[in-house]
Each structure stands twice: as C-alpha cells, then as structure tokens.
C-alpha cells in the first residue's frame, strides 16, 4: 500500500499515512480540523535485473559515436541516372567531309 503525504492548511501539521488505493483522501487536520491538502514527493525507483546498467545493453558502441549512414547517393551505390555519352568531338563521320 502507497504512502501519502498531508500538510494542514491551517496549522501546517504534515504527516505521512498507509492509505489503500481504494481509501478516500483524508480531508480533515486531527490537530485544528482544518482542510489538508495531499503533498506530493519525488518517487524512489529502484532498477533491478539485467538491462538497466549502462553496460548492460550497449554491446561495445556508445550513444556518442555517429550513426552509420546509409546514404543512396554514395559512390558504391549504382546511379540510376546513365552516364554521359563519350564526346565525339574529334572525330567526323559526316559525307560532307570526304573527297570526291
């Protein structure tokens, strides 16, 4: 059963209690019957098991070193654009050329 923590509006009386879930809030100071208000407090958690140590799931890589990219555009990629065809500049194939 949970811990719940009260403080008193009136006469700042705190104190914890052993509810249930089920029980209803306590709404009245025992001290000045004032109205109490329920605190809330940071929750202990305790880790246990395999999993929860920073070596336990790393496998020798840290979160530090870049992420490998798999990038399309590398050259060991096939280009799905054709190359450019060789330049013929040189070279004539033209009848205008030829002697006659």
Do not use: H, W
């Amino acid at each position: 059963m949970p811990t719940y923590s009260y403080a008193c509006t009136e006469c700042d009386n705190r104190f914890d209690i052993v509810q249930s879930f089920s029980d209803d809030a306590l709404s009245t100071c025992d001290r000045c019957n004032g109205k109490l208000r329920k605190l809330f407090n940071s929750v202990g958690i305790v880790f246990k098991g395999s999993g929860f140590y920073r070596t336990d799931s790393r496998n020798g890589s840290t979160s530090s070193e870049p992420a490998k990219s798999s990038d399309s555009g590398s050259s060991n990629a096939p280009s799905s654009t054709p190359a450019p065809a060789p330049s013929t500049a040189g070279t004539s194939t033209s009848a205008s050329t030829s002697a006659a």
